[in-house]
């Protein structure tokens, strides 16, 4: 776990794919309606020549988030992951986050998608059940999820995703989630496409919201990419209240 401040509580989830998270204490809370943004980027080896632009993409997230006139209604946690998965922070308010401290990226090891994907995606439901079962607060969500590869590690699977977001939304959890699955890959790389297929195939079997082929991960692409979540990100907080989530966005 990262290192909590003093307004952050670690909540546990048992059964299926047990995971932690930590959240902002309700009781810290100064509004009553919330976006809960989580970021996931992959650190498996074959991001190592582009890591530091993936961080750049992240931060470029984070300031804008910062600067959105809805900047008091969003809270973001992000997440890393190889065959681990690691909680840079958790549910922070964005006035608590600093992008420059966010240590430089260490690429290595295998792809658990499935499982980081399942652990962004639950932890974003549950802290919304907390908030909207126990303080009637309003909350939706917007997932992130940034790869170049086929995930090849792990025990969760595409229906166990899907399984968890239909139960959270007929069960009214959360009024909203919006998971977009964003694949990396060069176009002219011997298996592009069997990236590509992989990622649309997870995309419909966990009923993800929207698959973005972002293509190439140059520093241009990358900075595409940051804006594209930015902007995605106010779509969907602009839509809290309407009962349903925010258009989908053209890369």
Request: with cysteine.
């Given at each position: ?107 290595n090891g295998f792809t658990a998608l499935y ?137």
């Open positions: 776990m990262p290192r909590l401040m003093d307004t952050e509580e670690v909540i546990q989830q048992a059964g299926p794919g047990a995971f932690q998270f930590s959240g902002v204490r309700v009781e810290n809370l100064g509004a009553t309606e919330y976006t809960l943004v989580t970021i996931v980027l992959d650190i498996s080896g074959s991001v190592t020549n582009f890591a530091n632009d993936l961080l750049k993409m992240v931060k470029t997230v984070v300031e804008a988030c910062q600067k959105s006139p809805r900047a008091e209604n969003l809270m973001i946690r992000y997440l890393t992951f190889n065959e681990y998965i690691t909680e840079v922070h958790g549910f922070r308010l964005l006035k608590d986050i600093d992008p420059n401290d966010y240590d430089a990226l260490k690429p499982d980081a994907s399942y652990d962004a995606i639950g932890a974003t439901i549950d802290y919304s059940s907390r908030l909207v079962d126990d303080y009637e607060f309003d909350v939706n969500g917007a997932v992130y999820i940034v790869t170049d590869g086929m995930n090849n590690r792990g025990s969760m699977t595409p229906r166990s995703i899907k399984d968890k977001v239909e139960a959270a939304l007929s069960g009214e959890k959360i009024e909203s989630l919006n998971t977009v699955l964003v694949g990396l890959h060069d176009p002219q790389g011997s298996w592009s496409n069997e990236v590509v297929h992989h990622l649309e195939m997870f995309k419909d079997e966990a009923k993800l919201t929207q698959f973005v082929d972002a293509g190439d991960a140059t520093a241009g692409k990358l900075a595409k990419l940051a804006n594209f979540v930015s902007q995605s990100v106010s779509s969907q907080s602009q839509a809290l209240g309407s009962g349903s989530p925010s258009q989908n966005l053209t890369f």
